[in-house]
């Protein structure tokens, strides 16, 4: 069942608190072990204690997946890396701190990549997390723990974050539903920080109906973050209903269907337009010929950021630490221990592009790509209300399959223009592609999260 189906039962007593998290530590101890999609776990027992006090609000004491890079104050935050071995934060990031004030409990912490550097969860220092429907297979990254957990029904949801499509990407390749929100609606105070002006806190959820109750929980404004918006939270819920679609104008952007897309993918595709029209929408064709330059414009601005941000760890005020005969040696070998290598390539791509010289060559030049990008988003909003098409070019790839990293990093393609023109983005299951999940990504407008809300249920109802 989902979250809103396993609260609708536990109200009605159906069903107890204490078979809930039976049932899903069942799961976990069927799956876990293979898996590997959490880092950290709580104690069931406690869960069902401490569950009893929370009966009357809105989460009703259900324990909720938190990605490993958002700061929990019960359990060890590690962002997948050795360089935070051992740091336990003092507090709660906001969004997790909203979850626990409407009844929620934290179930774990989930792995991901490393600083969530990556689309596949392999490059954690705690090991690679499997794709429940073929262990083979990567369950796509960054939030690929988040994903896989509430895909095999260790989670009955999950919080994660999308910085160029860690979210939505993960969400696809695992058959579950992703939902990144307009830069600024969730908080990001207590979230790790990777790339400060693309971070984004995400919900992994297993119906489109979750993902509007989690966001009308942890959504809103907060003064202790400079770049959350200075909106009042929504009820999405409401946006739910039939005639979603009726009246839409969605558009496919012919880059989001290139040649390369296997037929069957294509076939999805054509599906999923044939569908949106039985439901009242109009859908055409668009062109966002900046697509192209969305990879290496992202890469060039997460990589910049990431450096400057990663400076902090220099063990000296958390985490590892590694002996020197001075300040510089030990920094440089507690570094060079504590960081993978996939958060080294970033650090040394960053610094460079930041460097004397190249900056406005290289850092400068990328920022202003992404405003004309923001912009191409905006002409095209103007002529549609909806944009729509895969999420990801393929479905999940084997374990060890994509060594080199330009070929990972094509993975994002079609979630990266909308992360660095900082707009909302859903993904849902649209079909299988060899026998594997395929995601159907729709972006909106900013702070159009009612509307793309509504619109994906309606496309998850006919698609079944």
């Not at 997948?80 to 990031?93: H, N, Q, T, V």
């Not at 796509?140 to 910085?163: K, N, Q, Y």
């Not at 060079?336 to 080294?344: D, H």
Request: net charge negative.
């Amino acid at each position: 069942m989902d979250l809103q189906a396993t609260l609708n039962s536990l109200r009605e007593g159906n069903v107890s608190l204490s078979q809930i998290i039976v049932s899903l530590w069942e799961a976990i101890e069927r799956r876990e072990e293979e898996l590997r999609a959490f880092i950290s776990l709580a104690d069931p027992d406690q869960l069902v204690r401490d569950g009893e006090e929370l009966a009357g609000l809105p989460l009703a004491g259900l324990p909720i997946a938190i990605k490993d890079n958002l700061i929990t104050r019960d359990f060890p935050t590690t962002c997948g890396s050795k360089i935070l071995s051992g740091f336990r934060p003092p507090f709660d990031a906001t969004c997790v701190a909203r979850l626990r004030a409407a009844g929620a409990q934290v179930q774990g912490k989930t792995n991901l990549d490393e600083f969530a550097m990556g689309s596949s969860t392999e490059h954690s220092a705690f090991g690679p997390t499997r794709n429940p429907h073929d262990p083979e297979r990567v369950p796509g990254g960054s939030s690929g723990g988040s994903a896989a957990a509430v895909a095999a029904e260790e989670a009955l949801a999950a919080l994660g974050t999308d910085t160029g499509g860690s979210v939505r990407q993960p969400a696809a390749l695992c058959g579950v539903v992703g939902l990144r929100p307009t830069y600024g609606r969730v908080s990001r105070w207590g979230l790790v920080a990777f790339a400060s002006s693309l971070d984004t806190v995400g919900v992994l959820a297993r119906s489109v109906r979750d993902a509007a109750l989690l966001l009308s929980l942890i959504a809103g404004p907060d003064p202790r973050d400079a770049t959350c918006l200075p909106l009042p939270p929504e009820n999405y819920l409401e946006s739910l209903g039939e005639g979603a679609l009726d009246g839409l104008r969605i558009g496919v952007p012919k880059e989001y269907v290139p040649a390369e897309l296997s037929p069957a993918a294509r076939a999805l595709v054509d599906r999923w337009c044939a569908l949106a029209r039985e439901q009242g929408a109009e859908v055409v064709e668009i062109s966002l010929p900046l697509t192209e330059y969305a990879l290496p414009t992202y890469y060039l601005i997460a990589s910049a950021e990431a450096s400057a941000n990663l400076a902090r760890y220099d063990g000296v005020r958390y985490g590892l630490r590694l002996p020197g005969e001075q300040v510089a040696q030990m920094m440089a070998a507690t570094r060079t221990a504590g960081f993978g290598r996939e958060v080294k390539r970033r650090i040394a791509l960053g610094t460079f592009a930041l460097s004397a010289g190249y900056y406005d060559q290289y850092y400068g030049k990328a920022q202003r790509v992404r405003t004309l990008i923001a912009r191409e988003f905006q002409a095209a909003f103007r002529e549609v209300d909806l944009i729509m098409g895969p999420t990801s070019p393929t479905p999940a790839f084997r374990l060890g399959e994509k060594e080199d990293p330009i070929a990972m990093y094509l993975s994002d393609v079609f979630t990266l223009p909308s992360a660095l023109a900082g707009l909302p983005a859903i993904s849902i299951p649209g079909g299988e592609v060899e026998g594997l999940p395929f995601g159907l990504q729709l972006i909106a407008p900013r702070l159009a999260e009612g509307k793309l809300l509504g619109a994906a249920y309606a496309l998850e109802q006919v698609l079944g």
